[in-house]
């Protein structure tokens, strides 16, 4: 079975979230059951880490879509990857999505809309003369549009769409629509159009034969006027034919701390010295106060969805009752102002490390003894796994993913409602479990035991792309 994934990160070469490791990860958990292949949009950064790119096919220009051409290369393990380059549209400084102060790229309509037209050329066999994909798998809104132009040139191929975040939907004017050489008819409310706007998530929703997203509870919950972004009907309308399923993401191997080299010192279950160097390390590189207190980690998007709001008036309790605060994550620039603020009035007791880098994020797993996810919502959540993973206890809301992966009293703790009060319940439950050494110990021993694997997750999505060819 050959399977086009249309992504527009993946961690080998470029991230700004969990889709990163998602798509990292899943392709590789399925290559022993179908012949996967990536496509990605050529950005500067990941044109630059190939040697080699073979040029396989030509796109023709479409409305204001400029004439691109196709890559194919693959990872240093094998697997293939198609690159569009389109250097007017890619081959820019900052991240996929915005410039280095982090605002949105104007044409973001036509750069996605690009990369989404030449996916469903690549899969209809018209631009590799040598490959053509039985099924597609498109994520998110930046690759919902593969489903929508297969259906409008009468390309009949099976396409999944997962949503990582219903809360990202690209909208654009409803100018976009001629930009991207979509038909006018489109236009509608049972097509692309969500409030007089251009949604290219939207199209994907109508448009794929499935829908999927990364827990089976964010799965009912965006059937929901409280998460459904307003798309909650259409959402009900597919759940109730049975076309949109929820399957938990996994973790790859490498979130293992016994053999993880980036972290101060390797250690396992019952190792809790080799745990605490971890610990050290980090209160001394953060510059925080020598303490016998608990560490409390936050490794996330800053990102409203996040609730660092949250961790911000938890602060204070947190820190009067023994327990210091480490931070890390890139985002808006109000929270990350926030939350050097907070760091400025408390050098001692709240660490800040603005931006990302996969080294600091597992140090900061090692050292912590609790990771802070007070999430609004959460579809599936990836810190709260490798928190585990790492012996550090997760605290999270109960929604999404959270809920399914935290054994709460065992594994970590959840707590009701996004508000401080019960945010601030979960903190104290954990600050009694850390002064109870036998139960910090057990609950520790637990979560490090949970494997998260990959390989479940990818047998729901093998079954499903098999459904999916046979109805
Ligand atoms: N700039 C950055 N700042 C901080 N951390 C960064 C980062 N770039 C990458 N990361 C990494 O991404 C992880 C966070 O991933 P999550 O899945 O928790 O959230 P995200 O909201 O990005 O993903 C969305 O997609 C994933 C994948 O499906 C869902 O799990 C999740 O619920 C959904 O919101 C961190 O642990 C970190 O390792």
């Known amino acids: 079975m050959r399977v086009l994934f249309a992504t527009t990160e993946m961690d080998d070469f470029v991230r700004v979230g969990g889709l990163a490791a998602v798509s990292a990860a899943l392709p590789r958990a399925l290559r022993s059951l179908s012949d996967v292949r990536i496509i990605l949009p050529g950005y500067r950064d990941v044109v630059e880490q190939f040697l080699h790119i073979q040029i396989v096919g030509q796109c023709a220009a479409l409305a204001d879509m400029p004439a691109c051409s196709l890559g194919l290369t693959s990872t240093r393990?094998?697997?293939?990857?198609?690159?569009?380059?389109?250097?007017?549209?890619?081959?820019?400084?900052?991240?996929?999505?915005?410039?280095?102060?982090?605002?949105?790229?104007?044409?973001?309509?036509?750069?996605?809309?690009?990369?989404?037209?030449?996916a469903a050329q690549l899969a209809a066999?018209?631009?590799?003369?040598?490959?053509?994909?039985?099924?597609?798998?498109?994520?998110?809104?930046?690759?919902?549009?593969?489903?929508?132009?297969?259906?409008?040139?009468?390309?009949?191929?099976?396409?999944?769409?997962?949503i990582h975040n219903l809360a990202y939907q690209g909208l654009f004017p409803k100018?976009?629509?001629?930009?991207?050489?979509?038909?006018?008819?489109?236009?509608?409310?049972?097509?692309?159009?969500?409030?007089d706007k251009l949604s290219f998530l939207k199209g994907g929703l109508?448009?794929?034969?499935?829908?999927?997203?990364?827990?089976?509870?964010?799965?009912?919950?965006?059937?929901?006027?409280?998460?459904g972004c307003g798309l909650e009907g259409l959402l009900r309308r597919r759940s109730e034919a049975a076309q949109l399923t929820g399957i938990l993401n996994g973790i790859d191997e490498s979130w293992d701390p016994r053999v993880c080299a980036q972290l101060a010192q390797p250690f396992g279950a019952g190792d809790w010295d080799g745990k605490q160097a971890n610990s050290d390390y980090v209160r001394q590189q953060f510059g925080l106060a020598l303490s016998r207190g608990p560490i409390f980690?936050?490794?996330?998007?800053?990102?409203?969805?996040?609730?660092?709001?949250?961790?911000?008036?938890?602060?204070?309790e947190i820190i009067e009752a023994g327990g210091q605060i480490i931070v890390t994550g890139s985002g808006e620039p109000d929270i990350e102002q926030a939350l050097v603020d907070a760091?400025?009035?408390r050098p001692d007791a709240i660490g800040v490390a603005i931006g990302f880098n996969d080294g600091q994020a597992r140090r900061i797993f090692a050292g912590s003894d609790f990771t802070l996810m007070p999430s609004r919502f959460e579809p599936c959540g990836l810190s709260q796994m490798y928190a585990q993973r790492f012996g550090s206890l997760p605290i999270?809301?109960?929604?999404?993913?959270?809920?399914?992966?935290?054994?709460?009293?065992?594994?970590?703790?959840?707590?009701?409602?996004?508000?401080?009060?019960?945010?601030?319940?979960?903190?104290?439950?954990?600050?009694?479990?850390?002064?109870?050494?036998?139960?910090l110990d057990a609950m520790r021993r637990s979560a490090?035991?949970?494997s998260f694997s990959w390989d479940i997750s990818a047998a729901c999505y093998s079954a499903l792309y098999r459904k999916a060819l046979a109805p």
């Open 297 to 316: 980690g936050l490794v996330a998007r800053l990102v409203h969805q996040k609730g660092v709001d949250l961790v911000l008036a938890a602060a204070d």
């Open 175 to 195: 100018e976009s629509l001629r930009r991207i050489g979509a038909p006018a008819d489109s236009f509608h409310i049972d097509g692309l159009e969500f409030y």
């Open 343 to 345: 760091h400025r009035r």
């Open 448 to 450: 490090m035991s949970r």
């Open 396 to 439: 999270g809301h109960q929604t999404g993913g959270l809920a399914e992966t935290i054994t709460d009293g065992e594994t970590g703790f959840l707590f009701d409602r996004p508000s401080t009060e019960s945010f601030l319940g979960g903190i104290r439950r954990a600050f009694a479990a850390f002064m109870a050494k036998d139960r």
């Open 206 to 227: 109508v448009y794929a034969s499935h829908l999927t997203t990364v827990s089976e509870t964010y799965a009912k919950e965006i059937t929901t006027s409280e998460l």
């Open 77 to 118: 393990d094998g697997l293939p990857v198609y690159v569009l380059l389109c250097p007017q549209l890619y081959d820019r400084p900052g991240n996929p999505y915005g410039d280095t102060s982090g605002r949105d790229w104007p044409d973001n309509d036509v750069r996605f809309g690009r990369l989404a037209s030449a």
């Open 125 to 162: 066999g018209t631009l590799d003369k040598n490959w053509a994909a039985d099924l597609v798998h498109a994520n998110d809104w930046q690759a919902a549009l593969v489903p929508a132009y297969l259906a409008w040139n009468a390309v009949k191929i099976p396409t999944i769409l997962t």
